[in-house]
């Protein structure tokens, strides 16, 4: 069977990913470019006889070496040279989309023009002459649909011509006198001196004059580049006294003239623009006083799904582990081999596994919102505000509001924003929001202390969580990540209806991520904390004399400045680094072994597996009061439930012993603020592609967490709260 | 001659000089701002972000960065 080796090129947000899962379906194979951190997308289909083999390329506006996604699209299209290149145009905004395909045609590239979103197009009174506009360009131009089937097999077929006849339009394009000059000398001595390079020569020539950083290093690089590099030296020097303007500007220029020429002949433009459906939401959805009001709104309607839908399936997850542990605990009997699995795996990687059905379903409205071009109005809308607290774009925003949920989501998301010191900003703050993992902690905690008060402590710690964000942001952003904020220009696509398909597809990518490499980790980690806890053989698991009772012990001291010098709340705090939540079921194993308080006469097993699902429970009402939007004051109601862990005489008993009041907010600061659990810092380390990060991250936050709770110890004993 | 941050709403202007460079010039170019092209504000709520109409496209872009943009009534 013959293979065409297809790539698929073209600016953001033309639909050229909804193409993509039109032809691959679920064959296809997302990683990474090597050594980058760009998302890499293969698959393959059939169609005829023939295998198709398609890589979606990152999407661009240009092809220079500005941006990590352009030099990878160039040095694919350079270097594995694809059968046929499929150039997605958004059909309502030609001009912009052939700055790309001119510089595709420089390149050499064997092209196939699929102009895409016709019917918006005609929305707003535009008539393309697609025959004349292929026969300027000399390149076929198929009209297509992306989100149906129209134009599909026509530009199979085209593809299929194409891959056996390879057209390559070099003398089509016309940059004037002036550039055309320089560059045909230019290519001269390049023919000349070094004529074994991969790409054009005459792409090489305008690469140089546009003083492209990686063009001129691999010309040195050849050792033969002397001559061409002085005489791109005195080119530049030429345009600058005629033109007060380097050469670059006159190649773009040149390039948008072409443009323009093309389009003057081939396209119709009504006299006065037509208003569209999308500008007429955009006029509501992006109003100075609605905007905030409505983004709002859908934030909030983003979480009352999630959870409603997210903290069941969640539940049936646990019970699901728990069960697991429970027949695997009977049929194993009592051992070492046993508590391997029940505690180290099960219980580590279960523990994390729990928000898979909450991250799925997150992802899937983010999707859905990405998709259909909501989130772009959203950075919008919140950049008014992040600009002033924080010196971060909008955009910095969404990844925020996830965190709420999760903080997974959070940092993946910061996926969007392009530039660097923003994206590493974002992620080192987004860890302070509040997760859901957190509030069974609050719950329990409040419960025992703060009865009367619980709606509006736990209301207080989740505006800490966004006070500390935001003056670590300001203090980085002075410091480490110092410099002019990042100047902001992003494209506000038009509104359009998600494929179910896509955000499926999207849904999937991104969650599948999640649970392939944060699950190997977060498996490994599990292992040697359970291992922590089991040795010295022989000892309770997780008591005193297992090695983690002994680091508990030894490390205790530390934490007696800030309210909780006792081992059991720094054991508690070390496995809450596994996942926040572990940090209630810490305290439920060390109330099963010290029993006695609550007088009841269960063995362990038991009692744990009560505290399990009671637990379970706490997290479910609360995390279900907090998105019901209902203030805070009503949250974790959780004294309803007969069966809490909380409402248990003993165990309250237990931790007002360990606790003052005054130690145990403290205690909620901490856990609100300390070290990201293991999965964030997965997250972080995957996205950054070093442990530089997320290591920095886990060592700032502790501090920051030190710091805040020791101010709010020491600050209460001094205004006289015991 | 005015930077586009003070251009009044649904007016069709030309730039005249953009005071950016380096990268940011680049990306703004291939966008389609750069000396001599057509653009007009869509939306200019001060404070907070433009969003403008370039070739048919919609862009949000920073209030600091459209001031560096010096623009002229067609």
Same mark, same amino acid.
């Given at each position: 069977m013959d293979k065409i080796k297809i790539a698929l090129a073209g600016n953001p947000n033309v639909g050229k990913s909804t193409l993509f899962n039109r032809w691959t379906g679920m064959r296809q194979h997302v990683g990474n470019w090597p050594g980058k951190t760009v998302e890499k997308k293969e698959g393959s289909f059939k169609y005829d006889q023939y295998g198709m083999e398609v890589i979606d390329l990152p999407g661009n506006y240009s092809l220079t070496a500005y941006s990590v996604e352009e030099v990878v699209s160039r040095d694919y299209i350079v270097g594995e040279k694809p059968d046929v290149i499929v150039n997605i145009i958004d059909a309502a905004n030609l001009e912009r989309n052939l700055y790309l395909t001119v510089q595709m045609m420089e390149l050499g590239a064997n092209l196939v023009l699929a102009l895409n979103m016709n019917k918006f197009a005609r929305e707003k009174g535009l008539k393309i002459n697609k025959k004349q506009l292929s026969e300027l360009l000399g390149v076929p131009v198929i009209e297509i649909e992306a989100v149906d089937d129209t134009g599909s097999e026509k530009l199979l077929q085209t593809i299929v011509k194409v891959s056996k006849s390879p057209n390559v339009v070099l003398d089509r394009l016309e940059y004037g006198n002036e550039v055309s000059e320089h560059t045909k000398q230019l290519e001269k001595i390049i023919d000349q001196d070094i004529p074994q390079l991969d790409a054009p020569s005459s792409w090489i020539a305008l690469k140089l004059m546009e003083e492209d950083p990686e063009i001129i290093k691999k010309i040195e690089e050849t050792g033969k580049g002397q001559r061409v590099l002085k005489e791109i030296k005195k080119i530049q020097r030429h345009f600058n006294d005629v033109f007060g303007d380097d050469a670059d500007a006159a190649i773009t220029d040149a390039r948008y003239g072409f443009i323009a020429g093309l389009v003057s002949e081939s396209v119709k433009k009504p006299k006065i623009d037509k208003v569209t459906r999308s500008d007429l939401i955009d006029r509501v959805v992006t109003h100075k006083y609605l905007g905030i009001p409505i983004f709002l709104l859908i934030m909030w309607l983003t979480f009352q799904i999630t959870f409603t839908l997210g903290d069941p399936l969640g539940g049936y997850v646990e019970e699901a582990f728990a069960w697991l542990g429970e027949t695997i605990a009977a049929s194993m009997g009592e051992g070492f081999l046993t508590s391997f699995i029940v505690d180290g795996i099960i219980g580590g990687v279960g523990g994390v596994l729990v928000f898979v059905p909450l991250i799925f379903i997150l992802f899937l409205i983010l999707s859905i919102l990405e998709d259909s071009g909501y989130l772009a109005r959203a950075a919008f809308v919140m950049d008014r505000f992040m600009h002033k607290l924080v010196g971060l774009h909008g955009?910095?925003?969404? *990844?925020?509001? +996830?965190?709420?949920?999760?903080?997974? *989501?959070? !940092? &993946?998301?910061? /996926?969007? +924003?392009?530039?660097?010191?923003? /994206?590493?900003?974002?992620?080192?703050?987004? *860890?302070? &929001?509040?997760?859901?993992?957190? +509030? *069974?902690?609050?719950?329990? !905690?409040?419960a025992a202390f703060f009865s009367a008060y619980q709606g509006w402590v736990i209301f207080s710690l989740y505006l800490l969580g966004i006070v500390v964000a935001i003056i670590v942001a300001a203090i980085f952003k002075k410091t480490i990540f110092k410099g002019m904020s990042a100047p902001f220009v992003m494209e506000l696509p038009p509104y359009r209806l998600p494929t179910a398909k896509g955000a499926l597809i999207h849904m999937w990518e991104r969650g599948a991520l999640f649970l392939k490499k944060a699950g190997t980790i977060i498996l490994a980690l599990s292992v040697v904390i359970w291992a922590l806890s089991s040795l010295p053989v022989g000892v309770e698991y997780g008591s005193q004399e297992s090695v983690t009772g002994q680091i508990g012990t030894v490390l205790s001291p530390i934490f007696a400045p800030l309210g909780f010098g006792e081992w059991q709340a720094t054991v508690a705090i070390i496995y809450g680094f596994l996942a926040k939540e572990v940090v209630v079921s810490t305290f439920g194993t060390l109330y099963g072994i010290d029993g006695d308080g609550g007088g009841e006469e269960a063995s362990d097993e038991e009692v744990s597996a009560n505290e399990t699902a009671s637990v379970e429970q706490v997290s479910n009402e609360a995390s279900g009061e907090q998105v019901s939007g209902e203030t805070a004051v009503e949250e974790a109601s959780a004294e309803e439930e007969e069966t809490a862990l909380e409402e248990d005489p003993g165990y309250i008993a237990v931790m007002q012993e360990l606790f003052t009041p005054l130690s145990a907010y403290a205690y909620m600061v901490f856990v609100l603020l300390y070290i990201p659990c293991l999965a964030t810092l997965a997250a972080i380390r995957r996205e950054t592609n070093s442990w530089k990060w997320p290591a920095f991250a886990a060592v700032y936050t502790f501090v920051v967490a030190y710091v805040v709770s020791f101010v709010v110890y020491q600050g209460g004993l001094i205004m006289g709260f015991a | 001659m005015m930077s586009l941050a003070m251009a009044t709403e649904n007016e069709n202007l030309k730039i005249v000089q953009v005071w950016h460079g380096g990268k940011f010039q680049k990306r703004l170019q291939e966008m389609g701002i750069y000396k001599d092209s057509q653009i007009k504000v869509i939306k200019n709520d001060i404070p907070g972000p433009l969003i403008v109409d370039v070739k048919g496209s919609r862009l949000i872009i920073g209030r600091g960065q459209a001031q560096k943009i010096m623009v002229e009534g067609e």
């Open positions: 955009k910095s925003f969404i *990844p925020m509001i +996830l965190g709420f949920g999760c903080a997974v *989501p959070g !940092i &993946m998301a910061t /996926r969007t +924003l392009e530039n660097e010191r923003d /994206r590493l900003l974002t992620m080192l703050i987004v *860890p302070f &929001m509040s997760c859901s993992a957190r +509030l *069974p902690v609050y719950a329990l !905690i409040v | -």
